[in-house]
């Protein structure tokens, strides 16, 4: 587990939508979604989505429908609106910007005084 | 990473529709949560464990549903109502849990909003909401400028009608009594003399029949129409519609039944509901002074009308300034120059409109300052409690709870206390203010007081409740803002020793000063009052009847009435008991008044202009000074020879002599001309006493003309007695039927009559009486509040100090010296501003000076026992710690 970086904030919201971008899913299959193409890389708190989801909801950008999940077992799933894929595409762009730019500033090398 | 809601509104149904979904959410969102657990399971189980033990680990992993629950709750915006509602359940929790704290409080604020209520409505229904007739926003009345006088002559009022362009219409009314005879008993009754035009233009509709109109009118004694009132149609004809048409005799001429007015209409004026509406063509038949020719003769009462739509105020004074100055140049001798101004209708124009107003403004602001002293208690109340619940304060905020989320449940509570508050003084209003609409202090005169409560006051009400709960509910903010979770915790139950003054203390000196200003303005009121009774009216009304007849409502000319009140004189003053009887045609003191200008003997152009004094006038018998015991102070009285054929005297009071005959002793023999040239000559000479409708006017010059000479039909008989007049009613009534079986009479002592002079004071200083008491209750409250949180707070150190062998003035110095501090120093602020506030009431309450030693005495003694009531209990529960109970339990 260790090797697992803790998520910064608000950065789950972002993670969600890219998820959910790839195909409708329900909450199990969005963890493994994030687990899998981040390289299990990042640690979600199974329960911590819920409230993640939720709020995308109702900020308009997710909507949820009920439907049957592969195991053959009721779930609800979650897919992008059109305001939800343009948020992504926005948000997207702005961390790109924002990692290029901390990663920049860190890879500078001490000056000598 | 949070977007702004797209639509508020959209946002908002959502959240209205999470809040009543919510077990349905509550469903869906458990539903959605185990089926992520059964997936996470199969998936385990797919690794090789067996499926209970998959399910087992998957919940494990899954964490604490509750708190996920709850912020996914939170995450789909169910949110801010739902923690109100939690703010309010808790809140409600808390208040429930002292009992006593939430009575004492909405009590007090249920008086101190319902104080404000009922001054506001009454304030809101004489001033500030317009007449009850359709768009009475743009109804006004017209006053002659220069002397504030709303009353016209009816051929002047004839010309602002149809010479003005600025109303729609002008209407005209005026107020009479009469005898109404349908062949029952007569009785009496009020009405209003009315322009034809009057119904319509006020736009009124008929409940049944019809209205007069202006076609009715064809000269003097041309419309003998009755309109009535549909409280008196079913008071007095049982709501019967075949009265419509029928004829009744008033003052014996006969009058056809045209029509009822509807229930909601009680005439144009506040006050006074008449029973019925006659055309003013037909005024002379009901009495002599209803002249529609003499233009000098003022007796129109009102006249009122709607704007045309688009005309100023302003513009429609300069039209009827053009009006006056064409009358001015038309009538010089009748019309002085006139301005005119436009007064709200109602209240007959600025004749009582100005005392009143500022009575009831400076009600309100006592009121006001009721609520605020109100405020200052609870305010210091919930300070007291928010100190005491340090710890538990300190405890949420330990725990994670916000500041913000702590001070929303305080505030919450106080809400929840004032509207509760509110909603009791407001109910508590509304009952009071229903009474006060049906009161009849003044038994032959019907009143209408317009007060019941309305939207206004409603807002007015709830208003007040939000401010004053947020007022107080601010108080302990600071102190939630300071509290440092881990001092407090670690220290317990905080035992410092406060020496430096807090905002507690500035609250109760705030509320005391504002409690003795209100007992010092009821003090000097009551004072002012009594004063008054006891001052020099120029009567005597003890044991004295008025028995008040109208010849003219029997059908009586003016040459047999004066036979007619000579012999009632006689048949009454022959009834056992009775020892003297006189006539006056209004008593003193009386609702109206005659006045007449007087002129010099040497004037000779008699323009109003050039009056020496405007006089009161009393058309009298000669026993009318024995009857009323008004002392004779040189001269003779007047005699039954001062008759049509004698030449005319009068006899007149001090100030008279003084102002128009140069000096009171040498007035006698001396002659004054009347406004139409009468010379007469000055007889005798009489004290000074009040005459008008108010105690607190100047000295004012007062003629007494023979009644024989200056005939009146409207006329009281003074009738003093030995015994108790009470007795003597039956036998005076059987008397007058004896004479005259169809002339109404109506009998009541003078002092209920003076009642009518005493109103405004009398009302004053229960008003004031009331507002003192309430103040007095609440520093009561306010002191014992803080001295029992005082003693309770230092219990244990009181113990010790008793312990140690303290004295029990040592005892009680120490517990109680700083309340009884405070309580010094509010009241001597609040006597100084007392003090300085009661200048005002002088004009009101006659007499009343706060410069008075005994206010200053009763004021000081109202607020020592005050103090002593209040730290009465805290005293005694200071003295009787025990400190061995008190050190073992600690």
């Known amino acids: 587990m260790n090797d697992q970086a803790q998520l910064l904030p608000g950065t789950l919201d972002l993670l969600i939508l890219k998820a959910v971008s790839l195909g409708p899913l329900h909450g199990y299959g969005i963890l493994l979604r994030i687990g899998q193409i981040s390289g299990n890389a990042l640690l979600v708190e199974q329960g911590a989505l819920y409230p993640g989801l939720f709020r995308l909801v109702r900020q308009g950008l997710l909507k949820a429908n009920w439907g049957v999940s592969e195991n053959n077992r009721r779930a609800k799933f979650y897919e992008l609106t059109a305001a939800g894929r343009r948020r992504l595409r926005e948000e997207t762009d702005s961390w790109n910007r924002l990692a290029a730019a901390i990663a920049t500033a860190l890879s500078q090398q001490p000056e000598e005084a | 990473m949070k977007l702004p809601d797209p639509l508020p509104f959209a946002s908002l149904r959502f959240r209205i529709a999470t809040l009543f979904q919510r077990s349905r959410m509550n469903a869906e969102m458990e539903e959605e949560l185990r089926s992520h657990i059964q997936h996470r399971a199969d998936d385990l189980e797919r690794s090789g464990i067996g499926r209970a033990q998959a399910e087992r680990r998957a919940r494990i992993e899954f964490g604490g549903r509750e708190k996920y629950k709850e912020e996914c709750h939170q995450a789909a915006g169910g949110n801010s ?13 808390q208040l429930r849990k002292s009992p006593g704290f939430t009575i004492a409080a909405v009590l007090t604020l249920a008086l101190a909003i319902g104080a404000n209520a009922v001054v506001f409505a009454v304030l809101n229904g004489l001033f500030l909401r317009p007449l009850k007739v359709p768009h009475g926003e743009s109804l006004y009345a017209i006053q002659r400028g220069n002397d504030t006088y709303i009353i016209q002559s009816y051929p002047d009022y004839i010309d602002l009608r149809d010479r003005n362009r600025s109303f729609e219409s002008l209407a005209a009314y005026t107020i009479v009594q009469a005898g109404l005879d349908t062949g029952k008993d007569p009785s009496h009754v009020w009405l209003y003399g009315v322009s034809g035009n009057y119904f319509d233009a006020l736009g009124i509709q008929p409940y049944a029949g019809r209205f007069i109109h202006s076609s009715d009118e064809q000269g003097p004694n041309s419309a003998p129409y009755i309109v009535l009132t549909y409280g008196y149609w079913h008071s007095h004809f049982q709501g019967d519609r075949s009265v419509i048409g029928s004829v009744v005799r008033l003052n014996k001429h006969p009058f056809t039944i045209l029509g009822v007015t509807p229930p909601e209409f009680h005439g144009t004026l506040l006050f006074f509901s008449p029973d019925f509406f006659v055309p003013l063509v037909n005024q002379q038949q009901l009495v002599a002074w209803a002249d529609l020719n003499a233009r000098g003769t003022r007796w129109v009462f009102e006249v009122l009308g709607h704007l045309k739509p688009g005309v100023t105020p302003a513009q429609a004074k300069a039209d009827l300034d053009s009006v006056g100055a064409y009358l001015h140049q038309a009538y010089p001798k009748e019309d002085d120059q006139a301005s005119f101004s436009l007064v709200r209708p109602g209240l007959h124009g600025d004749f009582f409109a100005p005392a009143m107003r500022a009575f009831l403004a400076g009600l309100m602001l006592l009121a006001g300052l009721i609520l605020l002293a109100a405020c200052a208690n609870l305010g210091s109340l919930f300070a007291a409690r928010a100190s005491d619940r340090g710890r538990e304060v300190a405890l949420r905020l330990a725990l994670g709870s916000s500041r913000i989320r702590i001070l929303r449940q305080l505030l919450t509570e106080a809400i929840l206390i004032s509207l509760a508050g509110g909603a009791a003084g407001l109910l508590g209003s509304i009952a009071l203010l229903h009474r006060l609409s049906g009161w009849q202090p003044f038994p032959q005169f019907p009143m209408n007081i317009p007060v019941s409560p309305d939207a206004s006051v409603y807002l007015v009400a709830l208003g007040l409740a939000l401010v004053s709960g947020f007022l107080f509910g601010i108080v302990p903010v600071r102190q939630v803002f300071r509290t440092n979770p881990y001092e407090i915790v670690k220290a317990g139950s905080s035992a410092r020793l406060v020496r430096r003054i807090t905002v507690r203390d500035i609250l109760l000196v705030a509320q005391i000063a ?377």
């Open chain 2, 514 to 890: 504002i409690c003795a200003v209100l007992v010092t303005s009821s003090l000097v009121a009551v004072r002012g009052l009594a004063r008054s009774m006891r001052s020099k009216l120029g009567f005597e009304p003890k044991n004295v009847l008025l028995v008040d007849t109208d010849l003219s409502m029997a059908g009586y000319t003016e040459d047999r009435a004066a036979a007619m009140q000579r012999r009632i004189v006689d048949a009454v003053g022959a009834i056992p008991g009775v020892s003297a009887v006189g006539l006056v045609d209004t008593p003193p003191l009386h609702m109206g008044w005659g006045v007449s200008n007087v002129f010099t003997d040497q004037t000779t152009d008699l323009r109003p202009a050039n009056a020496a004094a405007q006089a009161v006038t009393y058309k009298i018998s000669p026993e009318y000074f024995q009857a009323a015991r008004t002392t004779l102070l040189a001269g003779r009285n007047l005699s039954l020879h001062d008759d049509k054929d004698a030449p005319r005297v009068a006899v007149v009071n001090r100030e008279f002599a003084g102002k128009i005959l140069g000096s009171a002793t040498n007035a006698l023999g001396k002659h004054y001309k009347m406004p139409d040239g009468t010379r007469i000559e000055v007889v005798g000479l009489v004290e000074d006493g009040k005459y008008t409708a108010n105690l607190a006017e100047a000295p004012q010059p007062a003629m007494f003309l023979p009644i024989l000479q200056f005939p009146a039909s409207e006329t009281a008989l003074v009738l003093r007695s030995n015994r108790d007049p009470e007795q003597l009613v039956a036998a005076i009534r059987r008397t007058l039927r004896d004479l005259d079986a169809g002339l109404p009479a109506f009998i009541q002592t003078w002092d209920e009559e003076m009642n009518g002079a005493l109103f405004a004071a009398r009302t004053a200083t229960v008003s004031l009486g009331i507002l003192g008491m309430m103040g007095a209750m609440l520093s009561i409250t306010g002191i014992f509040g803080m001295a029992a949180y005082s003693v309770s707070k230092r219990l244990r150190e009181l113990g010790i100090r008793i312990a140690l062998g303290a004295k029990r003035t040592e005892v009680l110095q120490a517990a109680l010296g700083r309340p009884v501090k405070l309580l010094a120093f509010g009241s001597a602020a609040g006597l100084v501003l007392g003090v300085l506030a009661s200048q005002v009431l002088a004009s009101i309450v006659y007499l009343a000076t706060p410069r008075d030693p005994l206010v200053l005495g009763g004021v000081v003694l109202a607020m020592a026992l005050l103090g002593l009531l209040a730290t009465w209990i805290p005293a005694q529960r200071a003295l009787s710690i025990d400190p061995l109970i008190l050190l073992r339990e600690e």
């Open chain 2, 81 to 93: 109502i739902e923690i109100l509602l939690q703010d309010v359940r808790y809140s409600a929790r």
